[in-house]
């Protein structure tokens, strides 16, 4: 459920702010609203935090199990980092410098050992030698006035020296080789490898003192804990509105908040304690209300997953924790499929919840989550006889008895003939999967409407929910003729004298008009109707966005039939690997990759279609936008 809460607004003496909020903290009931904040001390604590962030990030690599964590306090924490981020900024020039030397030792390459200082040395004997590389075509034709001496020569060009001898026609010939001089390095090759070696040398002495400091990574995290609440407190401290009471400077501070309703007495009786002006209210729509989820035990265990995606009800909207997680669970199974995969994901999960229960440490929710999803395929594996991407008849006998026929790969060629067919017309087992498909969109596509017309159950806009789970419902047949076998569920279809064909029409058709007529209503039909009209074009497509929606539930067999073929592909290259003993740990190394790979592409298969379903299509039929933000008390815990 979404826990009920009060807006509240509270008046203080402009005086009294620190001392308020500090009380307030202590008391951590009151989810404040959001203020700008502003002050040289608050620009001053955000500069501090992101310093501590960018050591932590430094050292962060470098922490390990084996270093011991040193309790330093904020103060020296601070210092620490000053450190840790001088180094590193040291480090970067150094690293520039040294991608700087690399380009220019690669410039040289092909020049040998070069001196600028030898050949200033010459230059001032009279002796005037200059650096080129030119073409070889260019380089051949130059006439006998230049005096050159070449260094290196490849197929396309030369680099040389040119000496300079006071010959006649020797300076015209230097002015037209101007575009091919090479520029003289700024020191030598062998300085500037020497250079390259002393900053290689204190770069590692710069990682070193910076891995000196990873005792103090758990320090550092206190410390922006810290950091973070004085920047969370004086955001409020300095956000206040202020109201000038008269010309003396007093003055009153004002700011809104939100409390659970069941703690709205605590905060009046400390608001009366210290004579602070108090209005508690009911939120409106209009405001920016903050959800806080309370639910039992096991209905909790998806809170990982929803944090996970960052999906967070609007306070006016709807808690489906307990529809998510039990759809999500059906879907993960159906999406994996293997009841191997769920053996192993279940194995895993049982060792890490047996060492933190060894540990005495608290079970994660997460271990507990991915628990039940082993189990949730390892239950889809046994009714659909899907094991290790195994054929049926490489399994026992007992394992293939305990799925349900209609849906197991073990009467995978089976036609299956309704009753009402007298046997002229059947059904294969993938078409049984993708009726069991489309059957879950019905399922949950019902409960959202449901759930929205027992919010207007006082209302007649009621109708307008009731004409959408009409539409719904004859949609759901249309989708079987149409996507499964339209002989099997033809429109012509008559069933214990009801003509069943004509019945999904009739409801779709009754359905739309219902929700036409009612689906707007706030109290005037005609204007219902009206506002229907004015949206004529969403209204129509909101059909055809029904028969996608439960449509788009047949993902859940593709994707769990690509992994099985995957997984049977895989099997297939490594079994005749184990019929030579040499290659057999060739054999294992492929099935453990092969198996492990798919896995991981049927994780991403849940999070792209099996989430999609519930927080899209499900949604969307709920009318929510996932709007809200969770209820966070202004408070003085610090995480360790």
């Known amino acids: 459920m979404i826990v009920p809460m009060k807006k509240v607004s509270l008046i203080i003496m402009g005086d009294k702010k620190s001392e308020t909020l500090k009380k307030l903290r202590r008391l951590g009931i009151l989810h404040i609203e959001s203020v700008e904040g502003s002050g040289k001390k608050l620009e001053e604590l955000k500069e501090r935090a992101a310093l501590l962030e960018s050591a932590l990030f430094s050292i962060s690599e470098k922490k390990n199990k084996k270093i011991k964590q040193e309790n330093i306090s904020a103060e020296k924490a601070v210092y620490v980092s000053n450190e840790i981020v001088a180094l590193e900024n040291e480090k970067k020039l150094c690293s520039a410098e040294k991608v700087s030397l690399a380009a220019e030792l690669d410039r040289l390459s092909g020049w040998g050992e070069l001196d600028p200082e030898k050949l200033c040395s010459l230059a001032e004997k009279g002796i005037d030698i200059s650096l080129y590389e030119m073409p070889v075509k260019e380089y051949e034709n130059l006439g006998e006035s230049v005096k050159t001496l070449s260094i290196q020569k490849t197929k396309a060009s030369v680099k040389f020296l040119l000496i300079r001898s006071g010959a006649e026609g020797e300076n015209e010939a ?51 804990s810290l950091c973070e609440k004085e920047i969370e407190f004086e955001i409020y401290a300095t956000g206040m509105a202020n109201e000038s009471l008269s010309a003396d400077g007093k003055s009153v501070a004002y700011f809104t908040g939100y409390v659970e309703e069941e703690n709205l007495a605590q905060l009046k009786k400390t608001a009366k304690e210290n004579s602070w002006g108090l209005l508690a209210e009911e939120p409106t729509e209009e405001d920016n209300v903050p959800t806080k989820l309370k639910n039992n035990k096991f209905v909790s265990l998806i809170y990982p997953l929803t944090d996970f995606l960052g999906t967070v009800p609007g306070y006016f909207e709807y808690d489906i924790s307990g529809w998510f997680l039990g759809f ?232 769990g039939l690509a992994g099985a073929a995957i997984s049977a592909t895989v099997n297939e290259l490594a079994g005749p690997l184990f019929g030579n003993f040499m290659f057999m740990i060739i054999a294992i190394v492929l099935l453990v990759f092969g198996h492990g790979l798919n896995m991981i592409l049927n994780v991403l298969s849940v999070i792209v279609h099996g989430i999609r379903l519930n927080t899209l299509e499900f949604s969307s039929h709920l009318d929510m936008s996932w709007s809200g933000h969770k209820f966070k008390p202004f408070e003085e815990q610090i995480e360790n």
């Open 174 to 224: 230097v002015d037209l080789l101007k575009a091919y001089r090479f520029e003289m390095p700024s020191a030598s090759t062998a300085e500037i490898k020497q250079k390259t070696e002393s900053l290689n040398n204190r770069i590692n002495e710069i990682d070193e003192k910076i891995s000196s400091y990873a005792g103090c990574a758990d320090s550092i995290k206190k410390a922006i």
């Open 328 to 559: 999500i669970l059906v879907f993960f199974g159906i999406i994996f499929g293997d009841g191997g995969y769920g053996i192993f994901i279940t194995a895993v999960t049982g060792i890490l919840i047996a060492k933190s229960l060894v540990s005495k440490k608290k079970v994660p929710p997460a271990f507990l989550l991915i628990g039940l999803f082993g189990l949730s395929t390892i239950l889809w594996g046994t009714l659909t006889c899907t094991w290790f991407g195994l054929s049926p008849e490489q399994l026992p006998e007992w394992l293939q008895k305990l799925s349900v026929p209609v849906i197991s790969n073990v009467y995978a060629d089976r036609i299956w003939y309704p009753p009402w067919t007298n046997g002229e017309y059947g059904l294969t087992t993938a078409q049984n999967l993708q009726i069991f498909c489309f059957s879950l969109a019905l399922i949950q596509l019902t409960v959202a409407h449901i759930k929205v017309a027992a919010r207007n159950r006082k209302s007649i806009k009621i109708l307008g929910d009731i004409g959408s789970i009409m539409q719904l419902i004859g949609i759901f047949y249309v989708v079987l003729s149409f996507v499964v076998n339209a002989e099997v569920f033809s429109f012509g279809l008559v069933l214990g004298g009801i003509p069943v064909g004509t019945a999904a029409l009739v409801l779709v058709i009754a359905g739309f008009v219902m929700s036409f007529v009612f689906s707007n209503y706030e109290g005037n039909i005609i204007k219902s109707i009206l506002e229907s009209l004015k949206n004529i074009v969403s209204v129509l497509l909101g059909v055809v966005n029904v028969f996608s929606d439960i449509v788009s539930y047949i993902r859940l067999w593709a994707v």
